[in-house]
């Protein structure tokens, strides 16, 4: 127990002097398991690339280098297409687009926010030290106001947070 103190201030004091880059140092103690959890008129979709089986990322330090909310991706460029912070009601849905450095074999969520509310979870597996993932979620027209893209650790850390209206 008192390993795990130890290491729980360490993590704490490392989230807490972390630059405003969000660079993390991560430490993984053992596997968990994550499920998308959505309700029933969403469709959040994992749409990363094939990951390898590890449980424990390479690298330790783990970066958001780039996160936006657009229309799609160019899947053959991987780059996003109609990145905005204003969407109409009409949009039918939103990718949200993410580009991590290190923390290979780790793993990013995708929380989908909308007026306090989570919309969806969406884990996505970390292939390599330069990787970029995306989620999909679907939008209803009646699902207009303000809403946020969590980019989190699995415990919940957010790493860069993303937010944008539909009108």
Not at 10 to 30: D, M, R
Not at 92 to 108: A, D, N, P, S, Y
């Amino acid at each position: 127990m008192r390993r795990e103190l130890g290491m729980a201030l360490l993590l704490w004091l490392a989230f807490t002097i972390a630059s405003p880059g969000f660079v993390l140092a991560a430490v993984q103690t053992g596997s968990a398991s994550a499920a998308i959890a959505q309700d029933a008129d969403s469709s959040a979709v994992d749409r990363s690339q094939p990951a390898p089986s590890a449980s424990v990322p390479d690298s330790l330090t783990l970066s958001v280098e780039e996160a936006v909310v657009c229309l799609s991706v160019d899947k053959e460029n991987r780059k996003p297409v109609g990145a905005g912070d204003r969407f109409p009601s009409d949009v039918g849905h939103l990718t949200c687009f993410t580009r991590i450095k290190g923390g290979k074999g780790g793993e990013v969520v995708h929380a989908w926010i909308h007026e306090g509310h989570t919309r969806a979870r969406v884990p996505l597996k970390i292939g390599s030290d330069s990787w970029r993932t995306w989620s999909t979620k679907r939008i209803l027209p009646s699902w207009t106001g303000h809403w946020e893209v969590k980019v989190m650790t699995p415990d919940g850390m957010v790493l860069r947070s993303i937010s944008f209206t539909v009108y």
